[in-house]
């Protein structure tokens, strides 16, 4: 497990906005590139209010020896003519999107499919995206989890607010949405001093309620709220018209597009989670 730590200096008003984006999987039709780069627009245009987290699989990253998934109608348009460097496509692509708020990057987690064609095609899509976000900026590498340590110091002032991220990638293969949200609510509980549980893999943004923690602190009962949520996705399925993706052919549900955000106001210790929501066209 990883250990990051931020320190964000702000004014008694300010408002952050904590962004996890992960499982976008580009290279296939279905990616919603069009979302995402409204995203990291809406990033972007926050600046120093607004950092993310990287949850992983940020490319789809599968090819042909991938006899379970592998699907050569299904890439995207602009990997044609790319098709024997499937690595190193998406990896440029990737790079191509986010590379505008890496500024803003806590750090980024491994997913699945970066681990998958690292340990059986000798492609370390990490190393290479790292070594690409840090030429300009200092983005570390966040292990499959980690904990993020937002140490808020309040200008020409001795406050201090300390709000610690427990994150990772997911595992496990729940279909409904009640599996999912017991999912992230067990990681919940595994990491108790944790504010924000964020749990990516499964694609929805199910958010459990976590009762308040109860602590003992220099001899006094102490309460802290939690957030918990799943970090959605930007792959579609179901799509009419192009070929399915894998999932659709295990019959696994839709994703719930986009990320969630937690905004935090250090001043007055408040967290609120934000949902994203948006009627498709499939």
Not at 40 to 57: F, H, N
Not at 177 to 204: D, E, P
Request: charged residues 25%.
């Amino acid at each position: 497990m990883e250990v990051i730590e931020k320190i964000i200096p702000y004014k008694y008003a300010d408002k952050f906005y904590i962004y996890p984006i992960g499982c976008i999987h580009l290279g296939v039709v279905h990616c919603d590139e069009e979302r995402l780069v409204e995203k990291v627009a809406e990033i972007k245009s926050l600046g120093k209010k607004a950092y993310w987290l990287g949850m992983g699989d940020y490319a789809d990253l599968i090819v042909p020896k991938d006899f379970k998934r592998w699907e050569g109608k299904i890439l995207a348009p602009w990997m044609k003519g790319h098709e024997d460097n499937i690595g190193n496509t998406q990896l440029r692509k990737v790079n191509e999107i986010l590379s505008p708020i890496w500024g803003q990057c806590l750090g980024l987690i491994e997913g699945n499919h970066e681990d998958g064609i690292r340990r059986f095609n000798n492609c370390n899509f990490m190393e290479e995206i790292l070594l690409l976000a840090n030429k300009k900026h200092h983005v570390p590498y966040a292990g499959v989890s980690c904990f993020v340590r937002l140490n808020f110091k309040r200008e020409n002032s001795n406050e201090v607010h300390d709000y610690i991220i427990h994150a990772r990638h997911g595992e496990g293969a729940a279909r409904t949405s009640g599996a999912r949200a017991l999912a992230v609510l067990r990681l919940s509980q595994s990491m108790v001093n944790a504010h924000i549980t964020f749990s990516g893999h499964l694609h929805g943004q199910e958010s459990p309620d976590i009762p308040e923690r109860i602590i003992l602190r220099n001899g006094k009962i102490k309460s802290f709220e939690t957030i918990a949520t799943m970090t959605g996705a930007w792959l579609k399925g179901y799509m009419q018209g192009v070929p399915p993706i894998y999932f659709e052919r295990w019959g696994a549900p839709p994703s719930t597009l986009g990320c969630p955000r937690v905004v935090i106001e250090p001043q007055r210790n408040r967290m609120t989670l934000e949902k994203s929501r948006r009627v498709r066209s499939l």
